[in-house]
C-alpha cells in the first residue's frame, strides 16, 4: 500500500489543521494505521493509531484531547485533526500502517507515507 499525507503548513499557537493520508489500493481497511512525527533534532515518536474499523484509538499523552484520529474506509483516507496546536507540535508527520498488530512500536507498521510538515509558531 502506499501512503500519501498532506495537510500539513504554518499555523499560529492555539490554530488547529486537519492532516490526511490517502492510501492506495483496495485493502486499506485491513491496516491500522498510525501518526508519528518528527521534530527537528529528535527521533521519530508515536503519535495516535486507530484499528481497521475505527472502533478503536489510542493517543501518546502529549497529544491526548487535542487530537482526534480519525478514518473513512470507503474513501481509503485517516485523518489526524489537531487543535489547540503548541510550538512543541512542531514536527514532520508522517502516517503509517500496519497488517497487524496495534500499538505505538514503530516495528509494528509496514508501510509508511512520506511525511507533511506541520509547523507552530508562538
Known amino acids: 500500500v502506499q501512503l500519501q499525507a498532506s495537510g500539513g503548513g504554518l499555523v499560529q499557537a492555539g490554530g488547529s489543521l486537519r492532516l490526511s493520508c490517502a492510501a492506495s489500493?483496495?485493502?486499506?481497511?485491513?491496516?491500522?494505521m498510525g501518526w508519528f512525527r518528527q521534530a527537528p533534532g529528535k527521533e521519530r515518536e508515536f503519535v495516535a493509531v486507530?484499528?481497521?474499523?475505527?472502533?478503536?484509538?489510542g493517543y501518546a499523552d502529549s497529544v491526548k484531547v487535542r487530537f482526534t484520529i480519525s478514518r473513512d474506509n470507503a474513501k481509503n483516507t485517516v485523518y489526524l485533526q489537531m487543535n489547540n496546536l503548541k510550538p512543541e507540535d512542531t514536527a514532520v508527520y508522517y502516517c503509517a500502517a500496519a497488517k497487524s498488530g496495534l500499538g505505538a512500536a514503530q516495528g509494528l507498521y509496514d508501510y509508511w507515507g512520506q511525511g507533511t510538515l506541520v509547523t507552530v509558531s508562538s
Open positions: 489500493g483496495r485493502t486499506f481497511n485491513f491496516y491500522n
Open positions: 486507530i484499528n481497521r474499523t475505527g472502533g478503536t484509538t
